[in-house]
């Protein structure tokens, strides 16, 4: 065989062999950290189409869409127990009789985003036909559906490898050709956020929470617990990648006022998905003063997407800071003890803070002057403070 022959058959043979190529996602899907409201928290896999049409109306009249909390996730339990004659996923026909193309398209004409959820396993974790083997299939079935965002978990897996599995899936979301938002949920077991980033706009990274300010099983965990758990996390954030403590509890049974108003506040300095769990339909005017705190929202969606990070902490007290664009930074004191404690705070020894800031407090929605003079006050147990600074002065 000639040369030239030698050339055009090597190429040939190229263009047909399986090439490995980069994972895709959709960009500018997350520019900032996903809000919305999720099932599980409250109602785990008792859920039904016209649940989810009652709480879409609670988060409009409570002023939560408006205020940012733009997808609805309908969480494990909404499959029938197989599939149907083709392979395809089904939803429930008694729970979900109008199918979720339907309350997709209901779902977006009431102003939200749509989001399901199903598994990289065999099985959901509450056993359920789960994704494995189907993900190209089922990718197509969620975007005929109109999916906005898909939360796939890690249950029956068996021996899969946690990256590649996670990477199919992605690779079929990208086939089906509809933006839809990934986010992974292995619960940090694979540290998602080294490999994450190139095919998912969040991912879990610790087992589930729940309604409880410092329980410590491994997938019952209070929020405080996970808090600690994600120091260290803060370089792998940022927009279209989010590290995810997982949704919110604010609101729920398990916790105060004070540590729902905590668990909130840190979420946001987390620049953590806000994922809303509680029953909208029943929220005292408390909660709900909690969950549409603009100010803080606004600490949590900053462009600049930077993680917040704690920057100091002494018995009973921590400070947890997180930059802010135009030079601007959240502050957040956060009262760890049993007892209520004094806050005294020379600004000068905040060392990331470069020149004289106006305070503003972003509970009491109030201005308190500036850095150049100290701040003292009482901070109740399990409770928090939480300043913006803004620049009025640089440092010469």
Known sequence: MKADDLKKSALMLMLWLPVAVAAQK???????????????????????????????????????????????VIDDGWESMSRDANGALIPDPARFPSGMKALGDYLHSKGFKFGIHNCAGTKTCSGFPGGRGHEFEDARTYASWGVDFLKYDWCEHGTANAEETYKTMSDALHAAGRPIVFSICEWGNNKPWLWGPKIAQLWRT???????????????????????????????????????????????????LAESRSHFSLWCMLAAPLMAGNDARKMPDEIRGILTNRELIAVDQDPLGKEGFQFMEHPGKEIWAKELSAGSWAVCFFNNSESTVRIRVKWENLSFLKGVYGIRDLWQKESLGTTAKDYTGDLAPHDVTVFRLAPVREQP
């Open 26 to 72: 959709f960009p500018e899907l997350a520019p900032t950290p996903p809000m919305g409201w999720n099932s599980w928290n409250t109602f785990g896999v008792h859920i039904d189409e016209n649940l989810i049409k009652e709480m879409s109306g609670a988060l409009i009249s409570s002023g939560m869409l408006e205020a940012g909390f733009n997808y609805i």
């Open 206 to 256: 610790t087992g589930d929470i729940t309604d409880c300010y410092d329980c410590q099983d491994v997938y019952a965990m209070g929020w405080k617990y996970i808090l600690k758990l994600q120091m260290g996390l803060e370089p792998y954030a940022g927009p279209e990648h989010w590290n995810d403590p997982d949704m919110l509890e604010v609101g729920n049974a398990g916790l105060s």
